[in-house]
């Protein structure tokens, strides 16, 4: 296969692109600058400026498919009034761009992969959310639901359509774990509030693994929750952490602390219940390799960081 990928040098596109390349495919990284020529082996550049609303469709000629994983980081940070319009316009006017440039090429890649967030559900106040749940409320339910509404160009165009609703990323090279690797195992782990609330999450080895699934079954559109089978208690993702690094984790960061210093991003990441399940790779028959908490942990902390998460 060639595919194209934007977010190419994030932790999601970087660990896709190695998996592509091992199996011997061919990835066009897009890239906001001038391409560069490229001596690492079934690797191209092509450029796009979603600001300035330009693709390089040339180089998405037979091209079989296209992975759109860019977008600002959401925090750890005060959401001010211009962080929330840099995440907004990020996914949403990137989104946008790229979409309508597929749908105006004469031969356009037949298959998309475009990125949401599991946020689109908002609190599920202890419900469980499969891909048929109604949208929540709040910035980031608002975010996803603009955002998944910027691949219209491309579902009116025809092609094939997945909107990957992600949860938390597990590994080891990045996301929310690496920070806190660090003081787990100095034993300052601990729960987050109450730590009742839940977290939808998902290994990078089954993130990975699910993506190239979907890849390979086009028939699977609209929205598909990338997260394993079983979400877990922020207390139980705590407890599941200690023992896989076989450190205490017993001091809790209050609430009301969090939310001084965070604010609503907080709320709304940390804190907020989201427990959702991945019912639509469940029924297409993706199986995944790390379906519990513990599994995951105990394999992530087996494998060694990759160099390029240094």
């Known amino acids: 296969m060639r595919v194209a990928i934007t977010g190419a040098s994030g932790l999601i596109g970087r660990a896709l692109e190695a998996s592509l390349l091992d199996d011997g495919h061919t990835v066009v990284r897009m890239v906001r600058r001038l391409p560069r020529v490229q001596h690492t082996p079934g690797v191209e550049e092509a450029e796009w400026r979603p600001e300035q609303g330009r693709v390089d469709t040339v180089a998405l000629h037979e091209t079989d498919a296209v992975v759109h994983l860019a977008g600002a980081p959401v925090g750890p940070a005060l959401w001010t009034r211009h962080r929330r319009a840099l995440i907004r316009r990020s996914r949403v006017r990137g989104t946008r761009t790229l979409c309508q440039a597929l749908a105006g090429m004469d031969r356009p890649p037949p298959r998309l992969l475009s990125a949401s967030g599991m946020h689109y559900y908002g609190d599920t106040d202890g419900r469980t959310a499969t891909e048929d749940s109604p949208p929540g409320t709040g910035f980031l339910a608002g975010v996803c639901r603009d955002w998944e509404e910027a691949t219209a160009p491309a579902v009116e165009a025809g092609l094939s359509v997945a909107l990957m609703r992600t949860s938390v990323v597990l590994d080891r090279s990045g996301g929310m774990l690496r920070p806190l690797l660090p003081l787990y195992r100095v034993g300052l782990g601990g729960r987050l509030g109450s730590g009742t609330q839940y977290m939808s999450w998902i290994a990078m080895r089954d993130h990975v693994g699910a993506l190239r699934f979907l890849l390979e079954h086009p028939e699977i559109t609209g929205p598909v929750n990338m997260c394993a089978p079983e979400p877990v208690s922020n207390a139980d993702f705590t407890r599941a952490l200690g023992r896989a690094l076989g450190r205490p984790a017993f001091l809790p960061v209050p609430a009301t602390a969090m939310r001084a210093a965070l604010g609503d991003f907080a709320e709304e990441t940390a804190l907020i219940d989201l427990r959702a399940v991945p019912e639509r790779l469940l ?28």
């Open 283 to 310: 029924k297409a028959g993706y199986s995944f390799a790390l379906p519990t908490i513990d599994r995951a942990l105990s394999d992530i902390l087996a494998r060694p960081v990759p160099s390029t998460g240094a």
